[in-house]
């Protein structure tokens, strides 16, 4: 396999793993792979990213608290910014939807599920049992071109951990309980809590990894000016 094509399947194998094995991931290899991933651009080389990079008691730690908050019904938990749209225009909403229940389908979870729906959600709060968790967080002062930045070091995380046969999740759902999440780790409240990310080994057995998003075709999204 040449070099295009190692760097093309680490990107087309990369999916939103919802179930790890307990298989540990060496400190090294997380080590090598956020300090290959900081080679991400950034405007003005500002490098606007932070990680907490979460094993052992203190992820333990923290999902225990999040998970509390999450069970609460007086918990009023929000995200300190704005994701989704109010209203989906097509194609997006279908899109969504598509996912959404694909995903409930394969777990048996029905329209009427609330309980259910809940604890699946409340999966995200134990990095799906991975071994490593991440939380990144951003200097609340700067605009909207360092959260670009901030999705292309991301990206390649995600990447350079396929690259050593590792698999991810990236975990907006995180962002909905700042207050807790600064409280359990010290984070200054200067800083924003964007999202977390699982990293591990993808369970093989678990129904929910069966899942295949569908992509666009490219001539849905891409325009060649000749």
């Known amino acids: 396999m040449n070099a295009k094509q190692i760097v093309d399947d680490a990107i087309t ?54 998970l509390k908050a999450h069970d609460d019904p007086k918990y009023n938990g929000k995200r300190a910014y704005k994701y989704y749209p109010d209203e989906f225009p097509e194609p997006y909403l279908s899109r969504r939807r598509k996912i959404g229940w694909d995903l409930y389908n394969v777990l048996g979870i029905g ?9 699946q959600l ?17 200097d609340s002062r700067l605009e909207m071109g360092s959260w670009l930045d901030y999705g292309m070091f991301m990206e390649n995380i995600m990447i350079s951990a396929r690259g050593r046969g590792l698999d991810t999740c990236p975990q907006a759902a995180f962002a909905n309980f700042q207050d807790v999440i600064k409280s359990q780790l010290n984070i200054p409240d200067i800083e924003t809590v964007i999202c977390g990310m699982a990293i591990g080994h993808a369970d093989p057995d678990a129904i929910e990894n069966s899942i295949v998003s569908e992509r666009a075709d490219l001539n849905d999204f891409a325009i060649f000016h000749d």
């Open 13 to 66: 194998s990369r999916r939103s793993v919802r179930a790890f094995l307990p298989a540990p991931v060496s400190d090294e290899d997380i080590r090598d792979i956020l300090s290959a991933a900081a080679r991400a651009p950034s405007g003005t080389n500002m490098q606007p990213w932070k990680v907490h990079v979460l094993t052992g008691v203190a992820k333990e730690n923290l999902s225990m608290a999040v």
């Open 122 to 138: 409340g999966r995200n709060y134990t990095f799906f049992d991975a071994p490593v968790g991440l939380i990144f967080t951003l």
């Open 111 to 119: 329209r009427e599920d609330k309980d259910k729906m809940h604890a």
